[in-house]
């Protein structure tokens, strides 16, 4: 699925946060959203996924707006979109978690047991709390219970920020999988976006809410660029 952002202002009521900022995900591909703390990068995310309001422009999905759908409506158009923070039930099991994610599905057991089989780490922790997670396993946890309704446009915020490598590496290839077999990818990304960049295609930087420039992504991991451009937006 291919996503289309066109001249979006959004933001917290009164307050205008996204100053007409476009913004392309090509299907299959894995785009990459990069800027300073305070761009607007989870505000655009909360935006596309339909937790705040569109106040101008328009949001398409394959063509078709989604730019008044509300955050259940654009969840059926198959978008999935873990949050930077409270992206889990902390006061649930994980197996509590992943059940909630793939109730309304048939086969949700089978659901679930392909996730185990992918991440037996969840399996170790089935019958723990998600308040009692280490932070890696509780980002594994947000991304599981998203992907268990296999959504066609995955919309990650930071999902790896203060991970241990061991755990960015095994939600970098997860994502890598999932792109090869077809899924759209919005990935926001954080401090040290080396390894996402590497398997992304092409990054947005934004600043201030508006757009600052698009490029391949491979172009930031000449020596300094990223830290050139980053500078730059300050
Ligand atoms: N609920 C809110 N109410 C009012 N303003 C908000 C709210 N959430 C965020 N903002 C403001 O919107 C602006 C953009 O925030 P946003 O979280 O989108 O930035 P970001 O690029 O994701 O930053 P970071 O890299 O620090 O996560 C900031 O100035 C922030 O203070």
Redesign the pocket.
């Known amino acids: 699925m291919k996503l289309d952002v066109s001249g979006l202002h959004s933001?917290?009521?009164k307050?205008t946060?996204l100053h007409g900022l476009n913004f392309v995900a090509e299907a299959g591909e894995i785009t990459c959203v990069l800027?300073?703390?305070?761009?607007?990068?989870?505000?655009?995310?909360?935006t596309i996924a339909g937790h705040l309001p569109v106040d101008r422009g328009d949001i398409a999905l394959d063509g078709v707006s989604i730019a008044k759908l509300n955050a259940l409506q654009t969840t059926r158009t198959g978008i999935a979109y873990v949050p930077?923070e409270q992206n889990t039930f902390v006061e649930m099991t994980v197996r509590d978690n992943l059940l909630a994610s793939a109730l309304s599905f048939s086969d949700t057991g089978a659901r679930i047991d392909n996730t185990y089989e992918r991440f037996p780490i969840l399996k170790e922790r089935s019958n723990q709390l998600a308040s009692t997670l280490s932070g890696g396993e509780r980002q594994t946890l947000a991304v599981a219970n998203a992907l268990i309704g296999a959504p066609k446009l995955l919309i990650l915020?930071?999902p790896t920020a203060g991970l241990a490598p061991i755990f960015v590496d095994r939600i970098v290839d997860w994502i890598c999988e999932l792109a090869e077999s077809g899924i759209t990818v919005i990935w926001?990304v954080?401090q040290n976006p080396e390894k996402i960049l590497k398997i992304s295609r092409t990054t947005w930087m934004?600043d201030a809410?508006r757009n600052r420039e698009t490029l391949p992504s491979a172009d930031l991991l000449q020596p300094g660029r990223l830290e050139e451009m980053l500078l730059q937006s300050h």
């Open positions: 933001g917290y009521g307050v946060i800027g300073p703390n305070g761009a607007g990068k989870s505000t655009l995310m909360k930077q915020d930071e926001v954080e934004i809410g």
